[in-house]
């Protein structure tokens, strides 16, 4: 089996980087053989956790309403055959309603008082993070958590904010380990598993700017795929293994591996 995004394997120290990338719009919404079973259990957590999943303030409409039509128009032209004809994408909820279609978890923020505000969001799939925690925040409160961001991301990343172009969408990934394949984990649950057990989470995340330039639409197409899976290419494997050891003690608690560090990176070498 192959990685949709599989772990880096230049060997390279890790670090924090925006890493964009231009975006086809063609290419904006991804499925694939996962996206019947991940569509029918966002609909599951929708239905039974929707206030953990689903927080919207009120008085930004108008930039949900640009990002469904948007999101809309894209399902049609691009995977016609992923809605039916009588489909519709209004109602109360919008936002909601299109993200019963697709894979990827979506995230309105708003330009308020010179800071990118998160003001919506349908977030299924988050990775130990809590939507209910982070909404009203800026980009910078949201992300104070992560280690390094305040002297590696918090310089660049509203102004590369302000700079998106609403016809330039860009792209990015991430990554994590988890002890399981369960996508919903908005809190660490202190699950443990055997290392070559483990899952490759990645989160494939765009940017798009609404043509006025006061919204941004982040979505994020979430995985988890077994690490396992990396040991068919043992160069690979090893390369990945430096770029965990370069880790900092603050990273690999952040990324919950502090534990199974040194078991992680036996299984990649061997």
């Known amino acids: 089996m192959k990685f949709a995004y599989p772990p880096p394997s230049d060997g390279k120290p890790f670090r924090l980087t925006l890493g964009l990338r231009e975006l086809n719009l063609e290419n904006w919404l991804e499925f694939g053989e996962d996206s019947e079973s991940q569509i029918r259990e966002r609909n599951k957590f ?15 409409d108008d930039g949900i309403r640009y990002f469904v039509e948007a999101l809309a128009a894209n399902l049609k032209q691009f ?44 977030v299924v799939f988050p990775s130990r993070w809590d939507l209910r925690e982070k909404i009203g925040l800026d980009i910078d409160q949201i992300h104070h958590p992560v280690p390094g961001y305040q002297s590696a991301l918090q310089p660049l990343l509203s102004d590369t904010f302000d700079k998106l172009k ?34 490759w989470r990645t989160e494939r995340q765009t940017l798009t700017k609404s043509a006025d330039g006061q919204y941004i639409l ?9 690490l396992r899976w990396i040991k068919s290419d043992p160069e690979a494997s090893r390369a990945f293994a430096q770029t965990l050891e370069s880790l900092t003690p603050e990273m690999q608690e952040y990324k919950r591996i502090v534990e199974e560090r040194e078991g992680l990176l036996d299984f990649l070498r061997r």
């Open 166 to 199: 609403p016809d330039r969408p860009a792209w990015r990934r991430n990554w994590s380990l988890h002890a399981t394949a369960q996508l919903h984990e908005p809190h660490f649950g202190g699950e443990r598993a055997p290392v070559d057990e483990f899952w």
């Open 46 to 60: 929708i239905d039974t956790k929707r206030e953990i999943v689903y927080q919207v303030l009120e008085g930004y």
């Open 79 to 122: 995977h016609p055959d992923q809605i039916s004809q009588d489909f519709s994408f209004t109602g109360n909820e919008p936002l909601l309603n299109v993200g019963r279609l697709i894979c990827e978890d979506l995230c309105i923020l708003k330009k308020i008082n010179e800071r990118w505000i998160l003001v919506a969001g349908l």
């Open 218 to 226: 982040f979505t994020i197409r979430n995985r988890a795929e077994p």
